[in-house]
């Protein structure tokens, strides 16, 4: 019979009820060699270990009636799939990948001394990973039912040379087998082996010779971080992280670009507007005549109300025209204007116009209220700027000594007249002004 089998694997034939006898022979490469005679008895195991680069035997068994139990053992280290080589790497040049390689840290990982093939050391490599000039404390520790046949050694690498720079040996010292090292980043080495090599391997290859089994693990810490290494960037790093600067500048310059652009054009239409006076009959005059529509001239307002607000009080007022009422205290003064119909957003309402200056002290949650003295109640709908509001309130908010606020609004409902006042804290002060006059609000033409 043929069973496959690797290089890190056993093969163990267990004989039942009667002896028997037989040959073995390995596939190595292609070609099947050394033909092995085997006495198998029962109630003993017998152990064919593979050669190099073997991948099956070949088994025969001779007898008049037997039985036998096959299984197969791993004898890999540390659960590399790999027997760790004897001796360290010679060379940095020389390629490492069949050394297993035992973290650092890590837990309890299981090797063994395969003595029947003559296993007599296993050699395994540490990657340690840090900085240039990093140093770090590595420290090994073997657990095994043989301690006083093993020994540990530990070396610490030149990673340019691969010469020893420091060497390590220990063997068992008050049941123990450990030692620690302090390594550089870079590839260093250890090894568990035999302490009586000639002994351990008088014996033929293949024998039946029970292995030495141990337990190794290891602790690591960093006693010097070292220096974080500088990579300069690239041509085209450097380029594109020139223009990336050069793009997030001109994002972040935008609003400035944007205000400062916005300001000068409120400047330049404030001053045309202040060489002005009765702007809202300007207004009801073009649209009487058809030379420009509702919609382009209620556009055209709207604009100019935060122009106008950069004009001194009394020089606005005169710009729009004569006021339909206005009231002033030490504090505040406030005018409003009823705007032609025709320039209503929404259908059915009735746009006003409202100026607020606050001649001193600061107002902080200010709002306009248009009351109904009878009838139904406004309700406030399109207001210019983009002020909040609610029902018959729009809330102007915070106002300090010296502002001037227009705005525009439409009123909704059925009553005749309106009554305007402000409310809010005025220097921490519950504060109101309302207007003393009431507002007719009968349509123009109807009149």
């Known amino acids: 019979m043929v069973i496959e089998t690797t290089e890190t694997e ?33 109630g003993e ?44 790497p010679s060379g940095k040049s020389l390629d490492n990948t069949s050394w297993p390689l035992l973290q650092a840290p890590s837990e309890s990982v299981d090797g063994e001394l395969t003595l029947a093939i003559h296993d007599t050391a296993d050699v395994y490599k540490i990657e340690i990973d840090g900085f240039e000039g990093s140093v770090h404390l590595l420290q090994v520790k073997i657990v095994s039912e043989d301690l006083d046949k093993i020994q540990l050694e530990m070396w610490e690498l030149d990673q340019e040379t691969w010469e020893v ?65 500088y990579f300069p960037p690239d041509e085209s790093t450097v380029m594109w992280g020139e223009v990336a600067r050069w793009f997030m500048g001109l994002l972040f310059l935008a609003p400035c670009a944007y205000f400062a652009i916005s300001f000068a054009s409120n400047r330049k239409l404030a001053r045309e507007m202040s060489e002005k006076t009765e702007q ?26 935060q122009a106008i607000a950069q004009l001194d009080w009394a020089t606005a007022c005169a710009t729009w025209g004569p006021t339909d009422a206005e009231h002033r205290t030490e504090g505040i003064s406030m005018a409003v204007w009823k705007l032609d119909q025709r320039l209503a957003k929404s259908e059915g309402t009735l746009p006003l116009m409202v100026g607020i200056h606050v001649i001193e002290g600061q107002w902080e949650l200010a709002a306009l ?64 002004a309302r207007m003393p006059q009431t507002i007719p609000m009968t349509d123009k033409e109807e009149e």
């Open 369 to 432: 209220r248009f009351d109904a003295p009878e009838g139904e109640a406004w309700e406030v709908v399109n207001v210019e700027p983009k002020f909040l509001y609610r029902g018959e309130e729009v809330f102007v908010d915070t106002m300090r000594g010296g502002n001037l606020t227009f705005l525009t609004l439409e009123l909704k409902g059925s009553a005749d007249h309106v009554d305007v006042e402000l409310n809010g804290r005025c220097n921490g002060e519950p504060t109101a």
């Open 45 to 88: 195991s017998t152990s064919i270990y593979p050669y190099p680069n073997a991948s099956a035997y070949r088994l025969q068994v001779e007898g008049e009636r037997f039985a036998f139990e096959l299984a197969k053992m791993p004898f890999d280290d540390i659960n590399s799939n790999l027997e760790a080589p004897s001796f360290r």
């Open 165 to 229: 720079i420091d060497f390590r040996l220990v063997s068992q010292v008050n049941g123990k087998v450990q030692s620690a090292l302090e390594l550089s980043r870079g590839t260093h080495f250890v090894r568990v082996s035999h302490v009586d090599v000639e002994n351990a391997t008088n014996h033929t290859r293949g024998d039946q010779i029970a292995p030495i089994k141990y337990v190794i693990t290891s602790d690591y810490t960093m006693i010097k971080e070292g220096t974080e290494p």
């Open 280 to 305: 809202l009959q300007w207004y009801q005059s073009q649209m009487d005549s058809g030379e420009k529509a509702p919609l382009m001239l209620r556009k055209s307002l709207d604009k100019s109300l």
């Open 10 to 42: 056993a093969l163990i034939i267990d004989t039942l009820h009667r002896n028997a006898s037989g040959q073995v022979e390995q596939l190595v490469s292609g070609q099947w060699l050394s033909t092995v005679g085997l006495e198998l008895s029962v």
